[in-house]
T-cell receptor, first 116, second 114 residues
Framework: SQQGEEDPQALSIQEGENATMNCSYK?????LQWYRQNSGRGLVHLIL?????REKHSGRLRVTLDTSKKSSSLLITASRAADTASYFC????????????????FGGGTRVLVKP | ETGVTQTPRHLVMGMTNKKSLKCEQH?????MYWYKQSAKKPLELMFV???????ENNSVPSRFSPECPNSSHLFLHLHTLQPEDSALYLC?????????????FGSGTRLTVV
């Protein structure tokens, strides 16, 4: 299965602290993506890291990818109450050069609570 | 607004009803998706459309019937649903099927089957 598994399932921190969550997957990927979901809403794309990249930054977000360990981490620095949400990793695996079989598969997510 | 609009936001339907969920995007994307999000379960991919052609049906029961009349619109027709079909149904679109960029999601339709 391509499914990513996030760890921890839930995380509670104080505003200003850093939040780190991890994602593990089982087979080779073309890229890995992180999404945020506020309660009961749609997912918002945060960042994409390709399989030949090791680290990527976007604002207060830092993503790492270790393809040898089949794992990724998302770090949110200087967290804010507005960062309270569920965070999902999704793995992209292209099986062939046509649409069928190419899927973005999501993990179960990490629920992050940032307390003011 | 993300550029992907889903209607209705909430829907309560009986098991004998027929209803449809609508998704619309004007981002110029060529691929559209239906996902199901149930409590305590990962997002489940239901259907994939690329250039209006269905390219993936992820073993979804026939009581769910997708329709993609053009690259901007996607429907999910529902009939004789079961209570376990209650979930958040999410529509997403992407530039194309190559997964080289992120998906844009709508806000979802919260479906309750009674």
């Amino acid at each position: 299965s391509q499914q990513g598994e996030e760890d921890p399932q839930a995380l509670s921190i104080q505003e200003g602290e850093n939040a780190t969550m991890n994602c593990s997957y089982k087979t080779s990927i073309n890229n890995l993506q992180w999404y945020r979901q506020n309660s009961g809403r749609g997912l918002v794309h945060l960042i994409l890291i390709r399989s030949n990249e090791r680290e990527k930054h976007s604002g207060r977000l830092r993503v790492t990818l270790d393809t040898s360990k089949k794992s990724s981490s998302l770090l949110i620095t200087a967290s804010r109450a507005a960062d309270t949400a569920s965070y999902f990793c999704a793995t992209a695996h292209l099986t062939m050069i046509k649409a069928a079989g190419n899927k973005l598969t999501f993990g179960g997510g990490t629920r992050v609570l940032v307390k003011p | 607004e993300t550029g992907v609009t889903q209607t209705p936001r909430h829907l309560v339907m009986g098991m004998t009803n027929k209803k449809s969920l609508k998704c619309e995007q004007h981002l110029g994307h060529n691929a559209m998706y239906w996902y199901k999000q149930s409590a305590k379960k990962p997002l489940e991919l239901m259907f994939v459309y690329s250039l209006e052609e269905r390219v993936e049906n992820n073993s979804v029961p026939s009581r769910f019937s997708p329709e993609c009349p053009n690259s901007s619109h996607l429907f999910l027709h529902l009939h004789t649903l079961q209570p376990e079909d209650s979930a958040l149904y999410l529509c997403a679109s992407s530039q194309d099927w190559r997964l080289i960029a992120g998906y844009t999601f709508g806000s979802g339709t919260r479906l309750t089957v009674v």
